[in-house]
């Protein structure tokens, strides 16, 4: 028979399939909710609530288990470990939850988990961290890299690299943005589309509607239970999209009638948006790499309606003969490391290392190889990624253009005031999440040389 | 000790009856251990050896999570009182439905040596004793419900 589930329970075998079998964060999560979809749903927020956060301050936790315990963290087994993370979570970043009743689920279900040696251990650590918190001395700014490596639970190297980059001050900027809640953001079509009276719809079902900055079209959503039973997102009348990635489809500026290649266009945001831009006109070749991505897409254009996207399943990394130089204007918004929206994925920064970036890096030229023919002589390579890492945007594009007969060209036409500046006018922008108001994206004007 | 296999509904051995244990072999003890394993990594109360395709009387529960009990050959000898709530199984992952079981329930089994020993239980530990002595004679809680079987839905914000 099914009984009382352990709501710490799942939060430790969550946690323990995250960091111990290297499984990503949301589907881990997803993947228990869906199999105890009987909870309470102040039980599912909670158990969302603890893994998300957990993860989030990892770095910072173990600080502070480590400042308390004897055995520092890295030498603990798995399921302690855990479960003391996720407790000094509960004891440190949660008031609702009594710290007597943090201290004893986590003795209970050290026992229960057969380690009965250890929960004098358990009790201890948590109970010390519990009544001398306050006591931890943390690193002070003047001590930078540990300073903010242990503030926003960031992994050195990171933190090394971003200051190197960024500098401090802009660093710890995106670093506290990145831990912090952001709105959704939606672009409302255009086309065939009268923009007051989706803001008026969505405001009837008591959406809170402001306009978010940069882009004519996209405005921030708060204040509703679940997005997709809104009138406004069935009729396809908005995309869930975030501004840096609408400011993709303004830099890349389609005009009418032309025929368009997105490589790597799950979930279709970007080819949406440029149809859209279009009015229907042209052709979108919507791809991307397996039949769960492409349904994805088509997911979207159905609903948003837009008759001139056709989406299919290609391989980006793979060279199509049919595409050689047929595309006015190819978009290449290659996977890469996520650092931009780290505050959305919570393990994003703790997945990543030096050799995946540079495996990415790989990916990501062998992508703008194949990009390079599909353009016609004249037409316009627009490269983005949703990362922050200079090697990955930056370098990528000079390489690309020494490598290939493209150049880059001034994005200021397409851009607010705001965010016009040297770089823009050369053809790149690189936002910084906390820098800007959006997450971290790069994106860069290439145009083939007739 | 090892998982064992859940069977779910539609497996016919879950509508057959089961056989009296006659001894205690080193066979059955591990059994026993894995049926314990299984139940707590499934998160459930109570598992009957059937679920894991022995057609034996054997049940274990543990409805607090520091309260194990194994059940051989179990009889029912005593019920008063209702009790109407919520009943789910593991052989049908994602249900449950409304059942009406005894408050109090006093069995009669024996333990892993064999001896015999009477368990009484309320409340939940009532209703889990119900719930696997049924499935020793092939019953399911589903002829029980009262009104529909439900799935257990759920709304997620999606991003």
């Known amino acids: 028979m099914t009984g009382r589930v352990n709501i710490r329970e799942l939060i430790l075998g969550i946690l323990l399939e995250i960091n111990k079998e290297g499984q990503y964060s949301h589907i881990a999560i997803r993947g228990t909710l869906d199999k105890y979809q009987y909870l309470e749903k102040t039980e599912r927020a909670f158990i969302t609530r603890v893994c998300e956060g957990t993860q989030e301050n990892q770095i910072r936790i173990d600080y502070i288990i480590n400042y308390f315990s004897k055995v520092k963290v890295e030498k603990m087994k798995p399921l302690i470990r855990e479960l003391l993370r996720s407790s000094v979570y509960q004891l440190i970043y949660m008031d609702n939850v009594p710290d007597s009743a943090v201290c004893n689920e986590a003795v209970k279900l050290a026992r229960k988990k057969g380690f009965y040696n250890l929960t004098g251990f358990v009790n201890g650590v948590l109970r010390g961290i519990a009544r001398d918190y306050k006591k931890i001395p943390f690193p002070g700014r003047e001590n930078k890299v540990e300073y903010l490596s242990v503030t926003y639970s960031m992994p050195v190297w990171l933190v090394v690299r971003f200051m190197d980059q960024f500098g401090f001050e802009n660093t710890e900027k995106m670093l506290q943005a990145s831990m912090e809640e952001r709105p959704v953001t939606v672009r409302i079509k255009e086309y065939l589309t009268d923009r007051e009276q989706v803001i008026q719809s969505l405001k009837k079902e008591g959406v809170k509607v402001e306009k978010a900055p940069y882009a004519d079209n996209a405005y921030y959503l708060s204040g509703y239970d679940y997005l997709p039973a809104l009138t406004a997102f069935r009729m396809g009348n908005i995309q869930v999209q975030d501004v840096s990635s609408m400011l993709a489809g303004e830099a890349a500026n389609p005009q009418k009638g032309s025929f368009v290649i997105d490589l790597c266009a799950a979930p279709g945001g970007k080819s949406l948006c440029v149809a859209d831009k279009m009015r229907g006109t042209g052709m979108v070749d919507s791809r991307d790499v397996s039949e769960k991505k492409a349904d994805l897409i088509r997911e979207n254009v159905e609903r948003m309606g837009m008759a001139n996207i056709s989406v299919s399943v290609h391989d980006a990394t793979v060279f199509d003969h049919e595409s050689v130089e047929k595309a006015d204007l190819v978009l290449a918004d290659v996977p890469c490391s996520g650092l931009g929206v780290m505050g959305k994925k919570t393990d994003i920064k703790y997945k990543i290392t030096p050799g995946k970036q540079e495996e990415l890096v790989e990916l990501q030229r062998k992508i703008l190889e194949q990009a390079a023919c599909y353009v016609k002589p004249g037409g316009i390579l627009l490269y983005s990624t949703c990362t922050v890492c200079r090697e990955e945007n930056l370098e990528n594009v000079l390489w690309f253009t020494r490598e290939y007969p493209y150049k880059l060209e001034s994005i200021d036409d397409f851009l607010c005031e705001e965010l016009r500046s040297e770089t823009t006018k050369q053809g790149y922008l690189q936002l910084l999440p906390g820098v800007h108001k959006c997450d971290g994206f790069f994106l860069a004007r290439l145009r083939r040389i007739e | ?159």
């Open chain 2, 1 to 159: 000790m090892a998982l064992r296999n859940i069977r779910t509904q539609g497996d016919s051995i879950l509508t057959k009856k089961c056989r009296k244990v006659e001894a205690m072999t080193p066979k059955l003890k591990e059994l026993i251990e894995d049926m314990f394993e299984t139940m707590y990594d499934a998160y459930g109360v109570g598992l009957a050896a059937p679920q894991v395709g022995v057609l034996k009387q054997i049940v274990v529960i543990d409805t607090t999570g520091e309260d194990p009990h194994v059940l051989i050959n179990p009889e029912i000898i005593e019920t008063s009182g209702t009790q109407t709530g919520d009943e789910g199984c593991l052989s049908l992952p994602g249900m449950s439905g409304t059942v009406t079981r005894p408050n109090y329930v006093k069995v009669r089994a024996l333990n892993e040596d064999m001896e015999e020993y009477e368990l009484e239980g309320t409340e939940l530990l009532a209703r889990a004793i119900c719930h696997e002595t049924d499935h020793l004679q092939g019953k399911m809680y589903t002829e029980l419900v009262e009104g529909e079987l439900r799935r257990n839905s759920y709304e997620e914000d999606e991003e």
